[in-house]
């Protein structure tokens, strides 16, 4: 069983600018994924991966 994550990124003024950080990354992704790294219970690396489809006219092909 894994123990719960402790942070004291709530009472910092870094823990409210990586949550804010996260929630701008979170609204300029249309169809994507966050993935946030956390190491010894402290966030250590955010990666955004995001898709851009390609339309293509089918009646071309």
């Known amino acids: 069983m894994s123990r719960p994550i402790e942070t004291d990124y709530s009472k910092s003024s870094l823990g409210q ?11 300029g992704i249309r169809f994507g994924s966050l993935e946030i790294v956390v190491h010894d219970g402290r966030i250590v690396q ?11 006219d089918s009646a071309t092909h």
């Not at 990586?18 to 979170?26: D, E, G, P």
């Not at 955010?46 to 293509?56: A, G, L, M, P, V």
């Open 17 to 27: 600018d990586v949550a804010q950080h996260i929630m701008s990354i979170l609204q």
């Open 46 to 56: 955010i990666d955004k991966h995001e898709k851009f489809r390609i339309k293509t």
